[in-house]
């Protein structure tokens, strides 16, 4: 989305086991990584709102779909305007598989109608409600990497241009 | 009001307005989290004949789970032919109009209002890009009183210090240089205002100050965190300046102040021809008051602070007059004072051309009396602070 070089903003990391114990893990940490990201911007309360949004999101995605054992490291770079985070977590091939077709139905042209179908739906809510509002809401560029076991989930946001 | 403290939000009925209020954070994990609040909801819509507002203008992050069940309610409501149903959300947050829109399309009764841009009546007139310079005139002839005013009202240098409706930032930037603050934070709800704010500080060195995007009646900001709130020109242009208080109240330390300053329009005075400046300013503010704004507020500012809970009140009135400096200054403030309240107002309201013509020789006589030799032309503004009590 940029030429520019990324800068590293911050990083924080917990055992799985420890993450998913505790569902406030993923308030507590999306509320104070983007205070931290945000305190410098043109408007930190209101970036921060935005950033915590979008990142509470991704972590509650996390919170549910992991792999066994490992950590989890979420780790946020600047590149120009945008916002790169990413969120490393260990994995299996069920983990990995969901991800990947989440982020394979994110190129549907019809991506908005599928978002508020799963926001609306009865029922069980559709797991990957929040991966579509990014990519739909925030315009996020959403990415999926995988590495001997383990994965990097990575949303790429300008917020500036989400309102 | 019944209001039900819930360990990250709040919620509540107001059934003199037919609103249901959530405030705070909604972040269950589970939608049975949300089962208390969705009954409240429903409990509440029961009572309720014509419209029924949801308020969450003040819900400052809501997930997908509590979203559903948001919006699973408002469904089960929209059913009811009978019944008009308005979100109320807030502009402040990036997300909130847009995300309680959609479950707007998902009924013709349902509907979002924005609350910004309703609260603030006649308040485009003050926001143009026009105005910015006669802010700025009018903070530099207002800062020569008030820099001193400011410490006998308890501005002390290394103060956390919050600057809330801000406008163009020109105070902010004169108090961050005067008193060296510890922390400052200048909030304002016009976007293109705190854009010019930004752009002052950047041309003059200054990267400390925050510049903040806010609804000055639901400030997102944390209980108890400034030493010295301060407020001007604002509450007199807000149609219920009693909830700007409460939020300047509630941000302030105990033990803090909150500092504020008003006009009273018709109390502008000059001579020569004192009779005609006089009976401009008069309609001046029936032509304010027509836009429910209260350039009046001045004196009024002791009773509304008592009212709001302060203590240890001071109070003090200043006269910004030609003589203060340079009277070319005082004359260009009423000649865009001339602009705004007779090409625009005026006009907006409909005024006879009798009635623009003895505010527009009133004014032009203001103009006269400060440029003349041997004239006056005085603009008196009220100050006054409180302490939020221990």
Redesign the interface.
Known sequence: MCSERAVDLIEVSMGIHDFSSEWMHCDRISSYVARMVCQTRADPLFSANLFSSALNELLEIVFLNHGADGDMTCRVRQMGDVDMIEIALPCDDETLEFYRDVVGSLDRHDIQDLYHAALFAEGQRDARLGIFELAVDYRAKISVLEQSGRMTLAAEIAFGGVQ | MNFHIKRTFESGYNDNNQEFMISG?L?P?A?AEMVDLMHDIDQAATQVRGTFFLNVKRL??V???A??AL?RVI?RLSAREDLQIVIVTSG????ST??FS?IAA?ADNVSVAEYDRDFYPGQSFLEDGGFIPILRTQTRLTWRHERELLAKHGLKPGMQVADICCGIGDFAALVNRAFAPARLLALDHSRSS?DYA?KVAADFGMTDI?????DASAI??EDNSFDFVTCRHSLQIFDRPELILRELFRICKPGGRVYVTNEKISQCMGEPRGDSITAAYVEVAALFAHFKMDLEFGPKSRRALIDAGFADLRMDSFTVANTDGDPQEFAEMVTAWQDVFLNEMARDRGDSPELVALMQRGLQDHITAALHPTGYAGWPVWAASGQKPL
């Open positions: 954070k972040r994990q939608e400052a992050y997930n997908n789970i979203f559903r919006s469904a402040v947050l990036g997300w847009r995300k959609a998902q705190l930004r925050e510049y903040v995007h806010g997102m900001i």
